[in-house]
T-cell receptor, first 113, second 112 residues
Framework: NAGVMQNPRHLVRRRGQEARLRCSPM?????VYWYRQLPEEGLKFMVY????????ESGMPKERFSAEFPKEGPSILRIQQVVRGDSAAYFC???????????FGPGTRLLVL | GQQLNQSPQSMFIQEGEDVSMNCTSS?????WLWYKQDPGEGPVLLIA?????ELTSNGRLTAQFGITRKDSFLNISASIPSDVGIYFC????????????FGTGTKLQVIP
């Protein structure tokens, strides 16, 4: 039973480009969460999604950031027109539904040059 | 917003020693979670606590849910080199839905 999968593991972008981060939840999990972690800091909640629905996006910047979890395929976190301050590790977690126990993926480390 | 403060921020210990760390909150939690993060990896769930006063063990790890519901403790007995990493407490506060808040982390270094 594969765990949460994220790709790419590392992503380098120049300022102004777009970054697309993918997350495939654990089998049987229909709830996905995205977190951001800056160096030497804890994880900060960004967005919580169920299939085809955004449940809570209160932690996500209003501009340039968007997330989706389509009926088929992985969840996508999209960052448009990246800036250096977007450099961070982005983690995805999933849960079976309605439970607090979240299982994390290995993360995508985004570096903006 | 919710804040979880962990202490100590970092610690160096000798292999074989016991370790204690704690986590305090400004608000009440219904669930406490303890995660460990290895360098370059995602957090891995160690222990989950669901009831005030609960004491739960997982191998050499023991965690307690404080009776005030505003704190939790994690103990590691007989530390080994692979215990190195960052330990995070986390939890959804009452009414916090699924929005898990993470603590500031305790960085553990074990000297062989």
């Amino acid at each position: 039973n594969a765990g949460v999968m994220q790709n790419p593991r590392h992503l380098v972008r120049r300022r102004g480009q777009e970054a697309r981060l993918r997350c495939s939840p654990m089998k049987g999990h229909s709830h996905v969460y995205w977190y951001r972690q800056l160096p030497e800091e804890g994880l900060k909640f960004m967005v919580y999604l169920q299939k085809e629905n955004i449940i809570d996006e209160s932690g996500m910047p209003k501009e340039r950031f968007s997330a989706e979890f389509p009926k088929e395929g992985p969840s996508i976190l999209r960052i448009q027109q990246v800036v250096r301050g977007d450099s961070a590790a982005y983690f995805c977690a999933s849960s079976p539904g309605g439970q607090e126990t979240q299982y994390f993926g290995p993360g995508t480390r985004l570096l903006v040059l | 917003g919710q804040q979880l403060n962990q202490s100590p921020q970092s610690m160096f210990i000798q292999e074989g020693e016991d370790v204690s760390m704690n986590c305090t909150s400004s608000s009440i939690f219904n669930t406490w979670l303890w995660y460990k993060q290895d360098p370059g990896e995602g957090p891995v769930l160690l222990i989950a606590l669901y009831k005030a006063g609960e004491l739960t063990s997982n191998g050499r790890l023991t965690a307690q849910f404080g009776i005030t519901r505003k704190d939790s403790f994690l103990n590691i007995s007989a530390s080994i080199p692979s215990d190195v990493g960052i330990y995070f407490c986390a939890g959804p506060p009452v009414g916090g839905y699924q929005k898990v808040t993470f603590g500031t982390g305790t960085k553990l270094q074990v000297i062989p």
